[in-house]
């Protein structure tokens, strides 16, 4: 094989046009000091997450942020280091022989300041979900949310972030209507009312809502044209990006993202997380 391998290189150095030279362009878009001795390098899909084995931890740094996020410790001392899909790390030494994987979760800080939130303010874990009154997904996630609060009525608070998609154009004057709904404590009625009615929103859809809710028309149209809210929608739409949101509905379970496969995953999900609560 390796004799075929010489004489296809010759091959091709003969034909090769005389002067032609390959080129590269090159640039250093990263560069970091990291304590501590590197043993191996491995990195997510889209190299935003850099894991560097060292002999004491795994070495989590962030490529978008450029810092180092977290340290995940080690008791053992490994050789080499894998990603894995479903945010696996794959740990192996040669000797002796064995391997440690280890699943791990980022968890990002989700603002809720005066944000609605729905259930005990002592629950145990709390449900966001980054929202787009216009998406179809989002209105069939809003029923299953209903039956997770009937389940964990003490355990689970319930929480929206607005994220209008740009390929809804009504998705926006949804969001403002629903906040100015909550002006007058009527967020979670016109929430839900919006969502039931994703495929038909529009501005006479809106006010029928706003009517229906007997709320203060002069009111309820004086708050969603202001500048508050719009600074509010904003302010959810940069913390949804910070956060690696793309799409709706994007959900987060005590701040860690939950993959759209995994939300029919939710009650084990969450019982999950009050089991570690309870922990000592």
């Known amino acids: 094989m390796f004799k075929h391998m010489k ?45 560097l084995l ?70 145990g874990v709390t449900l966001v979900v980054f929202d787009d009154y216009q998406c179809p997904y989002c209105a069939r996630l809003e029923r299953f949310t209903h039956q997770l609060m009937d389940i964990y009525p003490d355990d689970l608070n319930y929480a929206i972030k607005h994220f209008p998609l740009s390929s809804h154009p009504l998705a926006n004057q949804g969001a403002a209507a629903a906040l100015a709904a909550g002006n007058q404590g009527k967020f979670w009625e016109f929430h839900g009312l919006l969502l039931k009615n994703h495929d038909q929103l529009s501005e006479e859809k809106i006010t029928e809502i706003a009517t229906g809710l007997n709320l203060d028309m002069e009111k309820f149209n004086r708050d969603r044209a202001s500048e508050q809210i719009q600074k509010i929608i904003a302010e959810d739409v940069a913390n949804g990006r910070q956060a690696g949101v793309t799409g709706t509905p994007s959900v987060f379970l005590n701040g860690k993202r939950i993959q759209n496969r995994q939300i029919g995953n939710l009650p084990a999900l969450i019982s999950r997380e009050l089991e570690k609560k309870a922990k000592p």
């Open 7 to 51: 004489w296809i290189v010759a091959v091709m150095l003969i034909l090769a046009p005389a002067g032609l030279q390959a080129a590269f362009e090159y640039e250093t878009i990263l560069k970091a000091d990291i304590d501590g001795t590197i043993l191996d390098v491995a990195a997510d899909p889209d190299a935003e997450l850099v894991f």
């Open 54 to 123: 060292t002999p004491e931890a795994v070495v989590i740094y962030s490529t978008k942020e450029t810092t180092v996020l977290d340290r995940i410790p080690l008791d053992e001392r490994f050789d080499r280091i894998a990603y894995q899909p479903d945010d696996r790390l794959v740990l192996t030494a040669t000797n002796p022989s064995r391997i440690n994987i280890v699943q791990f979760s980022r968890i990002y800080a989700i603002d809720l300041t005066g944000r609605a939130v729905k259930g005990p303010k002592d629950a």
